[in-house]
């Protein structure tokens, strides 16, 4: 686990503990100390812990004017034990949405399993707040098994994720290429839910 580093080709366009806005402001990192860790594996020093024990993020990339946020998951998403959606809805998205961010993509690769909660309140008030502001959340290149714990718990109320939205290539792009791709995608999936 140490050795997977968040996606680093984007940086000369965006980094977030340089960014004011951004919750991650003013964070120094070391290549050298791991502090952060998944059960008992050490994570790379690049990836920002925003509260769970089991799932980090990184912000990869953030328009203000566009409204929209890129970021990078990696871990265990687990609702079940430790309520992983609170922590990433209070201290990472609701930060960025008091910032006009009405439009995530999370790039889900590296996330390894999901346990979902009975309790679905969190992904309701997110999904309400981004109708009222025209944006959305996507969860991008998910793992089957985390697919069908999604599917499962019917989180594909709140968020779009599943087949439309796996394999893509993302990381070979620019941010606004892939926002453009995925606006492509939901518009596209839309006009069939219609």
């Known amino acids: ?108 690769e590296n996330v390894l399993n999901f346990h979902a909660s009975i309790d679905d309140d969190y992904y309701a008030e997110w999904s309400e707040e981004l109708l009222e502001m025209g944006g959305w959340a996507m969860l991008i290149n998910i793992r089957p098994q985390v697919e069908e714990e999604l599917y499962a718990a019917h989180l594909d109320k709140y968020l779009f994720f599943g087949e439309d939205y796996n394999d893509l290539v993302w990381r070979n792009q620019k941010p606004a290429v892939v926002v453009q791709l995925l606006e492509t995608i939901l518009h596209g999936r839309m006009k069939r839910l219609n």
């Open 1 to 108: 686990m140490h050795d997977i580093e968040p996606h680093f080709r984007w940086r000369e366009y965006y980094c977030a503990e340089d960014d004011p806005r951004s919750p991650f402001a003013g964070r120094e990192y070391s290549e050298f100390e791991f502090k952060n860790k998944l059960y008992n594996f050490f994570l790379h020093p690049q990836w920002d812990a925003f509260g769970s024990a089991t799932l980090y993020g990184k912000i990869l990339f953030a328009d203000y004017e566009e409204g929209y946020a890129l970021i990078e998951l990696i871990g265990e998403w687990n609702d079940t034990l430790h309520n992983d959606i609170m922590f990433l809805k209070r201290n990472l998205v609701d930060a960025l949405m008091e910032e006009g961010i009405s439009r995530f993509a999370f790039f889900c």
